[in-house]
C-alpha cells in the first residue's frame, strides 16, 4: 500500500566513514528475522538525539537521555548504539530499567566501552517484559557483522510492521570537501499497532562540536520528524538521532557560520525525507498528502491548523474515498483552537483549485476540479490565513479500511 | 450496528405542556423523507443554549446566539424554533445568513411573531447553499401538524444518518408537583460525514427564570454532551437548547435551592441519556465505551487524559478487535499533555480487572481476563491517576471498518 516509497538500494548508501553497523536474529519476538542492530562509533564522533514527549516514556528513552547527558558533561563519548524490535520495554518499570542498562553493559563489555558509552533503543509491544537474555544473546552475532557498508541491512533490522526499509542518502560539498549523510528510520505509524515507535537516525562524517549537533537535532527534527502525523498517536519510544563521525573536518563550528548552513540544509533535506517515508509507509495509506498553512500570525497556530486537518478522521476518509467533501477541511480548520480566528478572510486550495474564497465557497469552484486532484496520489492542501507571515506544513496519509484491519487484526 | 440504543416508543414521550412540534417533508435534499421540524412556543417559555466552539460556526448558530441575546436584553421572549435537515447552511458566508433570517422572518410571518422570536438550526452538507425556498415551502405543512404529542416525530425528523431516532422522557416531583422532561437528540459523528452536526433539545413544563436556566443549559452541556466523542472532529453546527415552557411553576428561584437541584439531577439525567444514545449510534460503532479517570489534581486534567484515550484510533480499533492490547491505552495517557504526570503512580483497570499497576503490567494481570472483558459490548475504562480528588467521565464508541465505509462512501 505504500504511496511512491522507493525501495531503497544498498549500493546508493553512501557509508559514514567512522561508523559501523551490524545486524542480529535474535528472535526476540520472532524467528528469522532481523531484529537487532548496532552501531559502532568512532571516538571523536558526537551524538544528539530528540525523543518523545510521551510520559510513559519507555525505559531505553530514559537511559539514552541520561546517557547523553553524562557524555555532555564529562566529555566521556558515546561510542555504541543498540536497537532491538519486537518488544518496546515501555510500561515495563524498575525492571525494565534494569533490563535496558544490563542491555548497555552486556554491549559494553563486548566492545571494551564503559556502559555509560551506549545508547539503548527498543520498539515492539508496550507492557511485556524485555526478553533481555535473547537480545545479550544476539550480540555477538551483530558484532561480527560489523562494518560501513551497510546501512541497508540495519534499515531492515530495525522495520517492524512497515512494508518497505527507509534509508537515503545524499552529499554536500563544504569548503570543497565532501560531507556524506546516510539515514534510515522506521515507522507505519506515529505508534505502531502494537510494534510501538518512530525512529530515525541520520549520521554524517563531518565534524559537529556537541553544541552544535544539540542545536541541529532539534531544528533538523522540528522540521522533518515532529511534521508527520498518521493518526495522532504519540508513541512511548520515538527517538531521533543524529550522529557525526568526526571524520571530515569543514568547519562547523558556529550555527551562524556558511559551512553549519550547508550541513543543515543537508541534514534537514534527509530528515524530512526519511520522515516523509514513513508517511508514505504509513498504515493502510493510499495517499501522501501535504497540508501548507499560511500567512498566520505565528507558527504554532499554523501548526495547530495543519495537524487538526492532518488528525481529522473524517478528512482522512474523504481522501481515501477520493471524494472532494472539502467543507471537512473548513471545519477542521474551526475547532482547531486558534480562537480569534476569522474564518471570513480564509482561502482554501486543494492543488491548484482555489475550493473556498473568504471563508465561502469560492463562487468558480468547479467539483469536477476538486473531484480531479482527489483522485492523485499525492495532494497539497494550502490554507491562507490572510493574519500574518508565518507559515507551517505537515505531512500526513488518509484513512483507509486496511488502517482498521492492521490495527485491528494485528494481535489477534 | 447501533449498540444497546433502545428504539423510542411515541407513548412513552411526555408531552410538555406549552410546546407543540409539527414536521413536513420539504424535500429539502432527498423527497419522502422528514427534513423539516417546527417548535412553537408559550409566551411564558424561556429558552437558553449552548453553541459550537467551531470557527467555521453555521449561519443559523450565529442567527441563534443573536436571537437568544436579543430575547435576553429585551425580555421578548423566543417562540419558535426551526430545524432543517439535508444542509448545514455553513461555510457560506453572507448569503447563508440572509438564508437563516430569511428562514426565521418567514416562519414568524406564518406565526405572527418577529423574526426575532425564531430560531434557526440547519444540519447536513457544508459548503452549498441552503435551498431556503424548499425550506419555506415545508413550514405551512409543518406548522398544520402542530401538537404536543408530536416527539418521536420530531425525533425522525431531525435525523441525518442517524440509524435511529433518539429520544427520551422522564419525570421529577418537585414541591408535590410533577415535572415532565423530554428530549431529542441527532447524531452519529461528533461532525456526520457530511451531514454535519449533533443537535440536542430538552423541553420542561417547569418554570425557570432565564439567568438560572441559562446556568442549567451550560451544567448540563458539561456533564452531557461534552463528554462523548466518537471521531474528535467538533460540528459546525453543535447545539444543545433547552426549554423550559413554564407551565408548571415549583419555585426554581435560586440555583442553591432544593427546587433547582431535583430538576438538575433530572434534566442532566436526561442529557446524559440523549448524548450516550449518538454514541451507541456512533457511525460503525459495536461497543460503547465509558471512560472514567480518577484522582486527579483536576477536572481539566481528567478530561484531557479521557479524551486522549478516547480520541486514540489504535485504542479505538483494539476494542473493535476485542484485543486486549492495553498498552495503547497507557500510551494515550502518556501524550495526553499533562506534564508533570507521575506514571509510576498510575493504575488502569478495565471494568473489575486490574491491568496496570503503579506503572507497569499488574503482576497478576491475566490476558484472559482482559480478554473477557474486552469481548462485551459495554466496557469501562477506568484510569486512577493518584494526584488529587477530581475526575471525569468520557463516552465513547470503537473505530470500526464500518466507520471507514460510511464516510468514506457516503458522498459517493
Redesign the interface.
Known amino acids: 500500500m505504500a504511496v511512491n516509497l522507493p525501495l531503497p538500494v544498498a549500493s546508493n548508501l553512501k557509508p559514514i566513514t567512522g561508523l559501523e553497523l551490524g545486524y542480529a536474529q535474535a528472535g526476540i519476538r520472532k524467528t528469522n528475522r532481523k531484529d537487532l542492530l548496532v552501531m559502532r562509533l568512532d571516538h571523536n564522533a558526537t551524538v544528539a538525539g530528540v525523543f518523545?514527549?510521551?510520559?510513559?516514556?519507555a525505559a531505553p528513552v530514559q537511559v539514552c537521555k541520561a546517557h547523553l547527558e553524562l557524555a555532555r558533561q564529562t566529555g566521556t563519548p558515546i561510542r555504541a548504539l543498540v536497537i532491538n524490535t519486537g518488544n518496546?520495554n515501555?510500561?515495563?518499570?524498575?525492571?525494565?530499567l534494569a533490563n535496558a542498562n544490563e542491555t548497555c553493559a552486556a554491549l559494553a563489555a563486548l566492545l571494551g566501552l564503559t556502559q555509560q558509552q551506549v545508547l539503548p533503543f527498543s520498539t515492539g509491544?508496550?507492557?511485556?517484559?524485555l526478553p533481555v537474555d535473547r537480545v545479550k544473546a544476539g550480540l555477538p552475532q551483530a558484532i561480527a557483522d560489523l562494518k560501513t557498508d551497510n546501512w541497508l541491512n540495519a534499515a531492515e533490522a530495525i522495520m517492524t510492521t512497515d512494508t518497505q526499509p527507509k534509508a537515503a542518502s545524499r552529499t554536500v560539498s563544504i569548503n570543497g570537501k565532501t560531507v556524506s549523510i546516510t539515514g534510515i528510520s522506521k515507522g507505519a505509524?506515529m505508534?505502531k499497532?502494537?510494534m510501538?515507535t518512530m525512529l530515525g537516525y541520520v549520521a554524517t562524517d563531518a565534524k559537529v562540536p556537541q553544541p552544535i549537533l544539540d542545536h541541529l537535532v532539534k531544528q533538523a527534527a522540528d522540521k522533518s520528524f515532529n511534521c508527520i502525523t498518521i493518526?495522532?498517536?504519540?508513541?512511548?519510544n520515538d527517538s531521533f538521532i543524529l550522529i557525526a563521525s568526526g571524520a571530515v573536518d569543514v568547519n562547523v563550528n558556529s550555527i551562524d557560520s556558511p559551512e553549519y548552513k550547508l550541513l543543515a540544509e543537508a541534514v534537514i533535506g534527509l530528515s524530512q525525507e526519511l520522515a516523509q517515508m514513513i508517511v508514505r509507509d504509513g498504515e493502510g495509506a493510499t495517499k501522501f498528502i501535504t497540508i501548507t498553512v499560511e500567512e498566520g500570525a505565528t507558527i504554532e497556530e499554523c501548526r495547530k491548523i495543519a495537524y487538526s486537518i492532518g488528525?481529522?478522521?473524517?478528512v482522512k476518509?474523504?481522501f481515501?474515498?477520493s471524494?472532494p467533501?472539502?467543507?471537512?477541511i473548513?471545519?477542521?480548520?474551526?475547532?482547531?483552537g486558534?480562537?480569534d480566528?476569522d474564518?471570513?478572510r480564509l482561502n482554501l486550495y486543494l492543488d491548484d483549485v482555489w475550493v473556498?474564497k473568504?471563508?465561502?465557497?469560492n463562487p468558480d469552484y468547479r467539483e469536477e476540479d476538486g473531484q480531479r486532484v482527489m483522485k492523485q496520489s499525492e495532494i497539497t492542501i494550502r490554507v491562507r490565513l490572510a493574519r500574518g507571515s508565518a507559515s507551517a506544513t505537515v505531512w500526513t496519509c488518509d484513512?483507509?479500511?486496511d488502517?482498521?484491519?492492521i490495527?485491528?487484526?494485528?494481535?489477534?
Open positions: 518523545t514527549t510521551n510520559r510513559f516514556c518496546a515501555a510500561g515495563t518499570g524498575e525492571a525494565g509491544v508496550i507492557l511485556e517484559p505509524g505508534i499497532p502494537n510501538a493518526d495522532g498517536d504519540t508513541s512511548t488528525h481529522s478522521p473524517l476518509t474523504a481515501f474515498a471524494d467533501n472539502l467543507g471537512r473548513l471545519a477542521a480548520i474551526g475547532y482547531a486558534v480562537d480566528l474564518v471570513s473556498a473568504n471563508g465561502g465557497r484513512l483507509s479500511h488502517y482498521v484491519s490495527n485491528a487484526d494485528y494481535r489477534s
